[in-house]
C-alpha cells in the first residue's frame, strides 16, 4: 500500500504552493514556471507530483450531481460508449426506490441539456424513465413519442400514456402516444391494432426518431414488466431461447443479439431494427441484479449512454473484462 510522503519544510512548501498556483490556477506551461525558477521543466514536474503527494494540492470535483467519476470513465471506456454516468457508491447503499429516483433524476438533467428543436423523442415506459419524466423542468419543442404499449394494472399516472403526457406538457410538442396494452394475445389482435388510425400514426414516427430514453430489464421476476406480463410458460420458454436483457419489449441474449420469439408477434413496440438506428439512445439500468442485462444491451452496440449505480458498474466491469467487446 502506498504511503503519503512527508510534507515539505515551509519554505520548500512556499515554492511548490507558488509553482502549484501557477500551474492550475493561472494556466502557466511547465516551460514557463521552468524559466521563472531557474529549473528544467522536468524539475518542475517532479515538484507538481510531489504537492499531489504529500496532500499540498488536492484536486476537487465539485459535480453538478453525485456521480463517481472513476467508474464513469471505465464504464465508457470498456463498452465504447459516447457518456457514462455512474452514481456515487454510497447511492447504491440507500433504497431501491431512492436509487431509482437519482437515476431518473440524472436522465432528466441529461436529456435538458442535449435536446433540441430539430430533436424527436421516444419513451419506452418504465419505472425509471417515469421518474425521469416527473425531473424533468425544460425541453424545447419537440415531438415525444411512446415507444411501447401500455402496462396492464398499472394505475394512470404510472402508465406510459400518462409518461408521454406529462413530458409534452413541458416540451409543449406534439404527443404520440399508444392506446393500446402492451402485451396482447395473439398476432392477429397486435395487427389489427397496429394499423388503427392512432396507433399507426405513432408508428409511423419510430423511424424519424433522433433520441430515446429506454430502460433495461433483466429476464427474471420483478426487474422486467414484460416478464412479469406474461405467464410462466412463456417466461419458462424464452429464457429457454437465451433471453437476457429486455428494452422496450425487444429481447436480446447475452451477447447483445436481438431474439426472435412469439413474443416479437403480440406486443405493441418499436421494433428492434428501429430501435438499433435511433443515432442517440439513453438507457437507465441500475442494480447488481440487472447487471448481466445491462452488458448484453451494451454489446447490441444499440446504447451511447448509460446512466447506472455502483451496484451495477462494479459487476459491468467485470463482465467487460472477462469478456471484452471485441471478442
Not at 514556471?33 to 529549473?39: K, N
Not at 440524472?106 to 425531473?135: F, K, Y
Not at 413474443?263 to 442494480?287: D, N, R, W
Request: aromatic share 4%.
Amino acid at each position: 500500500m502506498s504511503r503519503k510522503k512527508a510534507r515539505p519544510l515551509l519554505t520548500e512548501s512556499l515554492e511548490l504552493a507558488t509553482m502549484a498556483r501557477r500551474f492550475y490556477v493561472q494556466g502557466r506551461s511547465k516551460l514557463e514556471i521552468a524559466e521563472e525558477f531557474g529549473v528544467s521543466r522536468f524539475k518542475v514536474a517532479r515538484l507538481l507530483d510531489t504537492a499531489r503527494e504529500t496532500g499540498l494540492v488536492r484536486v476537487e470535483f465539485d459535480l453538478p450531481a453525485p456521480l463517481d467519476v472513476e467508474l464513469s470513465d471505465e464504464v465508457r471506456r470498456a463498452y465504447g460508449l459516447r457518456r457514462a454516468l455512474v452514481l456515487e457508491r454510497a447511492v447504491a447503499k440507500e433504497p431501491r426506490e431512492v436509487v431509482r429516483k437519482k437515476v431518473g433524476t440524472l436522465a432528466a438533467h441529461l436529456l435538458e441539456e442535449i435536446a433540441c428543436p430539430t430533436d424527436v423523442i421516444g419513451l419506452s415506459w418504465a419505472r425509471s424513465v417515469n421518474a425521469m419524466t416527473e425531473a424533468i423542468r425544460t425541453l424545447p419543442r419537440c415531438p415525444i413519442v411512446q415507444l411501447c404499449g401500455v402496462q396492464a394494472g398499472m394505475d394512470m399516472r404510472g402508465r406510459s400514456v400518462e409518461t408521454v403526457s406529462r413530458v409534452t406538457s413541458v416540451s409543449g410538442g406534439d404527443a404520440y402516444p399508444i392506446f393500446g396494452p402492451l402485451v396482447l394475445p395473439d398476432r392477429r389482435t397486435t395487427e389489427i391494432l397496429r394499423h388503427q388510425p392512432g396507433i399507426a400514426e405513432t408508428f409511423g414516427q419510430f423511424g424519424k426518431l433522433t433520441k430515446a430514453v429506454v430502460s433495461i430489464g433483466a429476464w427474471q421476476p420483478g426487474e422486467s414488466t414484460v416478464y412479469d406480463a406474461l405467464d410462466e410458460a412463456e417466461r419458462a420458454a424464452i429464457a429457454a431461447r437465451g433471453a437476457t436483457a429486455e428494452v422496450a419489449a425487444r429481447l436480446f441474449d447475452a451477447s447483445g443479439n436481438a431474439l426472435s420469439t412469439g413474443l416479437a408477434h403480440h406486443v405493441l413496440a418499436i421494433s428492434t431494427e428501429e430501435l438499433l438506428a435511433v443515432p442517440e439512445v439513453i438507457a437507465i439500468g441500475y442494480s447488481e441484479p440487472k447487471a448481466a442485462a445491462v452488458d448484453a444491451v451494451l454489446r447490441s452496440g444499440m446504447v451511447s449512454t448509460l446512466i447506472t449505480d455502483a451496484a451495477a458498474a462494479v459487476p459491468l466491469l467485470e463482465l467487460a473484462e472477462k469478456r471484452p467487446l471485441s471478442e
